[in-house]
């Protein structure tokens, strides 16, 4: 039994937002109230003046890289990365060596998950060997535990399939998440086609290339009713798209990545690879109007697309570097420092995008996302105020751009299933 007293709690499903105690028992929250250490006297004091106490955090978006390029993370390391910056619970990606697109590499992800002090959880493949031809088994994939389906890495040509699959989506009631970029419009991916791509000499990618797909998938989610993700948007124009997706009825939500919040192209004079991601790192325009999605809540979802890669992998030519930053362990930061700090979100709002919402899209709001009697005992503990330099992480990987940054917002305690997931 843990007592948190004296923490800022904030639940962005209630609005509640005050200065009061939270205690957990069992694995769930059974109390918030004031005054509470005489209630219960034999639970464990944990101190949380002047933190926020909030629900832990959810990514729907990580790689894992396990199994098959384990060199680069596993779900260990990768877990230990998540529940440093916060996060309780996790969706691993399935572009993974077999991908899950079988129940076998399925359960082994999820076994190896409940090996780890947080929720791993696993999307499955769209598309047998993400090759966008032929649909997966969704229902038997699902009965055997995948969170949602997605080709992540791979963007889906075929538009009767993409149909095909939101129709399956609807009557399984999962949700499918779209990695949104036309490989026909790009020639070196990773940078942004425009001033930078040609400093360089190369082609790049245009926004043109995610814009066309966000279209045809909002459109299809419109017609067919199935809720969506549009992962890691990155283009203005694709975040007014959703905007008029979701105006017309659609079941879209859309995720955007800390680093597309808090850099823009030029990110990549200063840092060369460390700042080459798919999809690219866009012009200011672009990230202001990212900031604007966030702010009026057309982005609904902060996802970290935590990509780990080695070293040697990231020390290679600009346009033979793999593409993809880690992020689990800066998060959180970045949230508070580049939006709360900058007045482009309120606090309970942060934990909106990055609790709640999360929560929402993959059906997890009964227990986890918000603060109530009863909910999962999933939180997190931070300092807002805490000023800390990027430079060591849990995971395998140190592929950040944020190396040498200082940042507000440093984690205190993860709290996973009201046990001690991480302690600073």
Known sequence: ???????????????LDQVMDLVTGDGKILELGNDLKEKYPDARVIDATGLVVAPGLIDVHVHFRDPGLTYKEDIHTGAAAAAAGGFTTVVCMANTKPPVDNVETLEYVLAEGKKTPINVLSAANITVGMKGEVLTDMELLKAHGAAGFTDDGIPLKDSALVKKAMDEAVRLNVPLSFHEEDP?????NGINRGAVSEHFGIGGSPAAAEDVLVARDCMLALHTGALIDIQHISSGH????????????AHVMAEVTPHHFSLDETAVLKH????????????????????RGLKEGVIDIIATDHAPH????????????PSGIIGLETALALGVTNLVREEVLTMPQLMEKMSLNPAIL??????KGHLSTGADADLVLFDPNEKW????????????????????????????????????
Request: charged letters at 25%; hydrophobic letters at 35%.
């Open 238 to 249: 694709s975040v007014r798209m959703v905007e008029l997706a979701k105006q017309l009825g």
């Open 310 to 321: 080695s070293a040697e992998e990231k020390a290679k030519p600009l346009t033979e570097a």
């Open 272 to 291: 060369g690879t460390l700042a080459k991601m798919n999809p690219p790192l866009r012009t200011l325009e672009d990230k202001q109007e990212i900031l």
């Open 389 to 424: 330099t990027v430079k060591e992480f849990k995971s395998k990987a140190t592929n950040s751009p944020f190396i040498g940054e200082e940042l507000y917002g440093k984690v205190k305690y993860t709290i996973c299933g009201g046990k001690i997931a991480y302690q600073d």
């Open 184 to 188: 026909s419009l790009i020639t070196n």
């Open 1 to 15: 039994m843990l007592l948190l007293q004296n923490g800022r709690v904030i639940d962005p499903k209630s609005g």
């Open 362 to 367: 993959y059906h997890l709001e009964g227990n």
